[in-house]
């Protein structure tokens, strides 16, 4: 059983603690498959999805991620690539620059929210050093690295979900 969506995204939060436990491969299947369902500009899908459950090559993505441990102590890591050509076809400069990080980040955020209605603890790692993450999976070069997700079962206490912002402070609607 999964989660209403709106409860899905008031309950995410990032977790950093793991246990060893893997997913089963159904579960990874289907948050692989929320991801390529997200939208994209021009219905391109410019994404590509490594799924990492290597250790040494977990620990050595967690030290080109500024070493942020949770990435190899997850126990699945999923780098999150855009392919900028893909987008520039059709939209030129524009697709490239943009709207191929737009189409991958939604692409790991409907991969996050399958995460927590699946019962999956996730956390969404951007500060890392792409050259070296792309260098590490032996990226094609056309490939730009986005997001690096760490899946798994929290390892961690309950989080309180964090403030957020009121619509009214964030939102203008004009009439």
């Known amino acids: 059983m999964t989660k209403d969506v709106f409860d899905a995204m008031r309950e995410a939060h990032a977790v950093r603690r793991f246990t060893a436990d893997q997913l089963p491969e159904p579960t990874l299947t289907r948050l692989l498959e929320a991801a390529c369902w997200a939208p994209s ?19 050595r993505l967690a030290d080109a991620c500024h070493d942020q441990s949770q990435v190899a102590e997850a126990p699945t890591v999923v780098v999150v690539m855009a392919d900028p050509a893909r ?68 390892n961690e206490a309950g989080e309180e979900p964090k403030e957020r ?10 009439h």
Do not use: H
């Not at 790991?108 to 969404?124: D, E, I, K, P, R």
């Not at 912002?165 to 004009?174: C, F, G, K």
């Open 165 to 174: 912002l009121r619509v009214a402070d964030v939102a203008t609607i004009l």
């Open 87 to 154: 987008s520039n076809e059709r939209y030129g400069e524009r697709g490239a620059q943009l709207f191929c990080l737009q189409d991958t980040a939604a692409a790991a955020q409907n991969m996050l929210l399958a995460a927590t209605g699946l019962g999956v603890a996730s956390c969404w790692v951007g500060g890392f050093d792409e050259r070296r993450v792309q260098e590490l999976l032996a990226a094609p070069p056309r490939l730009r690295a986005v997001a690096v997700i760490c899946l798994g079962y929290s």
């Open 41 to 59: 500009a021009g219905n391109l899908q410019p994404w590509y999805f490594y799924v990492v459950q290597n250790e040494e090559l977990k620990r």
